[in-house]
């Protein structure tokens, strides 16, 4: 499966491991082993509040992906339509709806029904419709924790929406004491959140790593192994354990000086989710050409722990809402990523950027056009812009995409060939 | 219908037509020394705006006027047409009578749009609310917060910051304007022979080019003389119009519709300009009032997510309310909050057996025959099935 014999192996196999224990979970909850679920959304959201209750998150988008990567997606995205569901509809939602009205039951597990829909909304406005509809389709009860975006010029929340995210957070808390009918075990909320700010602490290290030249890992491709368990399992000793083997192994790889590929060529960032349907023959188009993601901002969904965040134990309201409101990528406005991208440009040393554009994913790609020209126009940064989607297989236009990459990285190879010969 | 009204009408038309920044322009040059505020849907607290001494003006899209000639390389082909030819309106100079710019949290072009004004027209300050989704306890707190923001930011513009004095007074004018209105869409359900769709339309559009109290005193005017109109009732059902409360439809579209053989007796478009089913209260703290009217008296809306009752059952009791035959679901093409609402829709109407049509639309259409004959047959199956 990977271009190095051995790469990664132990983390590959722990990872594989864990999220097996995980969707094992999963079905026995479903299949009545008493556990009680939360349905929640990846982006920033407070897995250690739920966790503190021993209520078990299922995470609709990471089942979807899951579906399209193995290629299950397409007959429940077409369950869905024949419900009235657009072909312009997010297929994440689609492909979730169609499996839920359809048995919940995957080739990795089956998805139990909800005790509570937590529709953290984190500046996806399809997350509000997603949690709304499900919320029609199942009793259980619904709960729109709102999170103010960012819109100020600080970049930053004002006092009142912290005070309006911990006052809800405080409301959850009565909500889940009612669900679970346990009172919140506040010294269990302190150790989970220190856990999380520990497993931050270590991602951010991680990541960090692929500063190096040549980056020990894919942040685009290989950054997935990673968030796996850092969304569904954040908050656990073994989230932590598996987060110190994985950066204990990069760091060797990195001291050895070896990376995901034979040769290093290129160094790029990648703007945008990757289109699961298809990973493995999307990476290919890229490690023909020696090109490795150092960085991406995909990885950054869940969380922005590399520019600094930390769950603090000793303010763990206040660092879960802080989480929330400021420290994940689709909470920020759209300018913000910008920046975001220039930072990992600069910092990462990068030579181009990659954008990939899906539809279903409005929140990242509507506009894309527009940073595509700031990048070339007024940083002449190189950037590529291919689209297909993240879910539907139908979007994919796999000889397209391949042209566009290749003639990308043609053009790449011969500026760098100019540049030698005018040098010599 | 007297002279004069149908004057009114005309001259609706007419600043519906003309090219938004001739429009955007007079409005400026009609009151010397005040600021534009371009609004963005779907709501917009008018009141605060007006009550800073600026004026608002809906930036609703660029209707079947104008050619997205660079929007096209900033947003995808995905992306519905109103976010494309906003920016348009912009990258063509069309926007340089406003001063600032309203966004809020509709959905996410609508949210990216916002970063990409900033970022393309440095000269136009812009503004983004972030109305609460979450109607619970903790709501009406954050959004007296929100607005007080927002006031902070429209004083810094006008250099003449709201009190409550004429906060007060904004809202019993906008509470005056959005009467009338309401009272056009009752005369349109009681007697929708009197006044089309489209007249209806213009009618209220224009609120959103010229000031309220111009606005006030024309609807003051138009309503009774639209109420004595001699018209006689046609044969068509009654139908309610849902899920154009973002991008607009061509008057057209609106025409054809009407002319295959319904009256539309309710309708959410503009609905933000008439957000409110009753007063806003006019007394007591006004950021309190306005507060409190969004969340417990506005209406229901693709774009609001208040899970005390669902969506459709809203629906489903303006169809009884208003006697109506069937539902028409009229949504813009890639407007995801439309289409996602259709499909709850869609389940609600069919269990209560109403008849419904799903139709799209993109404002820059101009081709609208197959769209009168899927609205015919729909009708025809309804009358004669």
């Keep these: 499966m990977n271009e190095n014999p051995g790469y990664q192996e132990q983390m590959h196999l722990l990872q594989k491991e864990m999220m ?30 739920v966790r503190a209750f021993d209520l078990l998150p299922v995470f609709p988008e990471v089942n ?7 290629k299950q997606a397409l007959p429940f995205i077409q369950k869905a339509e024949e419900m009235g569901y657009s072909i312009d509809n997010c297929a994440y939602v689609k492909a979730d709806i169609g499996c839920f009205m359809n048995g919940r039951k995957t080739p990795f597990g089956t998805i139990p029904l909800p005790q509570l829909i937590l529709c953290n909304y984190v500046g996806c406005n399809v997350y509000l419709q997603w949690f709304e509809h499900l919320a029609e389709y199942d009793p259980a009860p619904v709960f729109n924790l709102d999170i103010p975006f960012v819109r100020t010029d600080s970049g930053e929340p004002s006092a009142e929406d912290v005070t309006y995210v911990v006052r809800q957070l405080e409301d959850l808390v009565a909500l889940c004491e009612r669900i679970t009918g346990k009172k919140l075990d506040r010294e269990k909320l302190r150790r989970i959140v220190e856990l999380s700010g520990q497993t931050g602490e270590l991602w951010s290290k991680i990541k960090a790593l692929t500063q190096r030249s040549p980056s020990p890992f894919d942040a685009y491709f290989d ?32 001291e050895a000086g070896v990376g995901p590929l034979p040769e290093e060529r290129f160094r790029v960032v990648i703007e945008g989710p990757p289109p699961w349907p298809y990973l493995r023959t999307f990476r290919d188009m890229f490690s023909k050409w020696g090109a490795v993601a150092v960085a991406s901002t995909y990885s950054t969904v869940g969380g922005l722990w590399e520019f600094g965040f930390r769950h603090d134990p000793d303010r763990p309201m206040e660092s879960i809402a802080s989480h929330m409101l400021q420290w994940n990528l689709t909470n920020r406005n759209f300018l913000q990523r910008y920046e975001q991208i220039r930072r990992y440009l600069e910092e990462w040393s990068a030579d181009a950027l990659v954008i990939h554009s899906v539809k279903s994913c409005r929140l990242f790609s509507a506009g894309q056009g527009d940073m595509r020209e700031y990048f070339t126009k007024e940083l002449g940064i ?21 042209n566009r990459v290749d003639a990308f990285f043609e053009s790449l190879e011969h500026k760098r060939a100019v540049a030698a010969q005018t040098t010599r | 219908m007297t002279e004069a009204v149908q004057e009114s009408i005309e001259r609706c038309r007419e600043l519906l037509a003309a090219p938004f920044g001739d429009v955007a322009g007079a409005l400026k040059r009609d009151h010397p020394g005040s600021k534009l505020v371009g609004c963005f849907p779907v709501y917009t607290p008018a009141e605060l705006i007006h009550a800073s001494g600026a004026l608002p003006i809906g930036v609703i899209g660029g209707g079947n006027q104008i050619e997205i000639a660079h929007a096209d390389s900033r947003f995808q082909s995905f992306v519905c047409s109103i976010v494309k030819s906003s920016l348009e309106l912009g990258l063509t100079q069309r926007l340089e009578a406003l001063d600032a710019m309203l966004f809020h949290s509709i959905c996410d072009p609508a949210r990216n749009l916002a970063s990409v004004f900033k970022r393309n027209f440095p000269g136009i300050p812009v503004e983004y609310l972030h109305l609460p989704q979450n109607m ?14 927002l006031l902070l930011a429209l004083g810094e513009l006008t250099g003449t910051p709201a009190t409550d004095a004429s906060l007060k007074r904004s809202i019993a004018l906008y509470n005056r304007a959005r009467g009338l209105v309401r009272a056009l869409y009752r005369l349109r359900s009681e007697a929708p022979e009197k006044l089309s769709a489209a007249d209806c339309y213009v009618l209220v559009r224009a609120g959103t080019l010229i000031s309220v109290e111009e606005h006030v005193a024309m609807l003051e005017a138009a309503l009774p003389a639209l109420d004595a109109r001699p018209a006689r009732p046609k044969d068509r059902i009654r139908v309610v119009l849902e899920g154009s409360f973002c991008e607009q439809p061509p008057l057209e579209l609106l025409e054809r519709i009407e002319e295959a053989g319904c009256y539309l007796v309710d309708d959410d478009f503009l609905l933000g300009w008439r957000w409110f089913r009753s007063d806003v209260r006019p007394h007591g703290d006004p950021l309190r009032a306005m507060a409190g009217a969004y969340l417990h008296g506005s209406v229901y809306s693709g774009v609001k997510h208040d899970l005390r009752e669902p969506k459709a059952k809203h629906l489903l009791d303006k169809v009884r309310e208003l006697r109506a035959d069937a539902v028409l679901i009229l949504a813009a093409k890639f407007c995801e909050p439309a289409l996602f609402d259709y499909a709850l829709y869609r389940r609600a109407l069919d269990a209560a057996a109403i008849p419904h049509l799903f139709l799209e639309f993109e404002e820059k259409m101009w081709i609208f ?17």
């Design chain 1, 20 to 49: 097996g224990r995980y969707y094992a979970e999963l079905t026995a909850a479903a299949e009545g082993s008493g556990q009680k679920s939360a349905y929640m959304l990846v982006s920033g959201n407070p897995v250690e509040l």
């Design chain 1, 64 to 70: 979807a992906l899951q579906l399209a990567v193995k």
């Design chain 1, 223 to 254: 950054s997935v192994t990673l968030m796996a368990p850092l969304y569904c399992l954040r908050g656990t000793e073994e989230c932590l354990r598996f987060f110190e083997t994985a950066y204990a192994e990069l760091l060797a790889k990195a």
């Design chain 1, 382 to 402: 190189p950037t590529l812009l291919v689209e297909s989607d993240i879910e539907d297989p139908r979007y994919f236009s796999e000889a397209q995409i391949r």
């Design chain 2, 136 to 149: 619970g306890p903790r709501a009406d707190g954050y959004l007296v917060a929100e607005y007080r923001r």
């Design chain 2, 369 to 385: 025959d197959h769209v009168r004959t899927e609205v015919e047959t729909f009708v025809e199956s309804m009358l004669f099935a």
